[in-house]
């Protein structure tokens, strides 16, 4: 009876630890890949499995999360110079069916061997593409290498059971001299655009200048024009009325029985009184004389008696 319970108690606890033997939890992000006696036999999906104890063995972890991974790298360019790269890749598991992850589970002998060939296949594809390519031209070129890199990556990573999610070159940068001839060159096409805008800029202000003085000119000349215009328009005004009125008062006085040289006397006179108050210091010689003022009246009524008093015109000298 005691050796009955003993085999019955012994029975039971090695029941248990079959059971917990062969329970397996397998984490959220990873998949299981099943072996028995070597050969692939299954998945695990995240959660908690049960394995057969001791037949059954988890041959790989495979993750099904995005992974990431730093390369540095060296490449020469056409023209013989040293380009050295950083990138960063970021890429993941096709899928979660069977198929992918049992590719990826067996297709490299392990994770440092894929890294490697990836590392390698990356590098490669750079190389090839900068081969082609002048230093002067690699630094504008960063998105044509991304895409040339993901050209030759994509189909190598989908028969692998990865996909490519990113690429991005950090840092492209040349050996030390060649660093300093570049900057050189870009400092002095910079001085050359200042130097070109400033040009520019100054030959855009002496034309505005030029332009403005031009302006001002034909202006100034213009008013100058209009001016003289209306000045002379003023004095043919003035010799007009001028005439007529005198031709008006001649008529009067000969209406009235006197002589029409009277005038004439007066305007002389009054001629002689304005120079004398205006002339600002001039000395003028007047015969004062009878033979003078003889002179004068015979001379005044000459001109009265060839020309008369002609109406619009205010300046009654005689015609020679």
């Known amino acids: 009876m005691d ?10 606890l090695f029941t248990l630890i079959l059971l917990a033997k062969g329970l397996r939890s397998i984490t959220q992000g990873t998949i299981g890949v099943v072996t028995m006696f070597g050969k692939y036999r299954r ?12 037949v059954e063995r988890i041959h790989r972890m495979v993750s099904i999360q995005n992974q990431s991974m730093e390369l540095s790298f060296q490449a020469i360019t056409n023209d013989q110079a040293n380009v050295y790269f ?34 390698r296949t990356v590098e490669g594809a750079v190389r090839s593409f900068v081969a082609t390519r002048k230093q002067t031209e690699v630094l504008s070129l960063r998105g044509e290498i991304v895409s040339s890199v993901k050209m030759h990556l994509d189909p190598s990573l989908e028969s692998w059971g990865y996909h490519l999610i990113d690429l991005q070159m950090n840092d492209i ?3 030390g001299p060649v660093m300093e001839s570049m900057a050189r060159v870009v400092a002095s096409q910079n001085l ?17 200048q030029a332009e403005a003085e ?9 008013a100058d024009r ?30 009235a029985g006197l002589d029409a040289s009277l005038i004439l006397f007066q305007m ?9 108050e205006y002339g600002r210091g001039n000395i003028m010689f007047l015969d004062g004389s009878p033979n003078g003022m003889e002179k004068t009246f015979q001379q005044m009524a000459a001109m009265q008696t060839l020309r008369g008093v002609v109406p619009g015109n205010a300046d009654p000298r005689p015609q020679r």
Request: proline residues 2%.
């Open 3 to 12: 050796a009955a319970v003993i085999l019955l108690v012994a029975s039971a």
């Open 43 to 54: 998945i695990l999906y995240p959660g908690l499995n049960f394995m057969i104890p001791f």
């Open 86 to 119: 950083k990138a960063m890749l970021l890429y993941s598991v096709l899928d979660q069916n069977e198929n992918t992850v049992v590719n990826v589970a067996f297709k490299f002998i392990d994770e440092g061997a894929f890294r490697q060939t990836m590392v």
């Open 173 to 175: 940068v040349f050996d």
């Open 192 to 208: 050359l655009a200042a130097a070109e805008n400033e040009g520019q800029a100054m030959l855009i202000t002496k034309t505005r």
């Open 214 to 222: 031009g302006n001002a000119i034909r202006i100034s000349a213009d």
């Open 226 to 255: 209009t001016a003289q215009k209306l000045r002379g328009e003023g004095i043919a005004l003035f010799r007009e009325e001028a005439g007529k009125g005198m031709s008006h008062a001649v008529k009067e006085m000969e209406a």
């Open 268 to 276: 002389w006179t009054e001629a002689m009184k304005h120079v004398a």
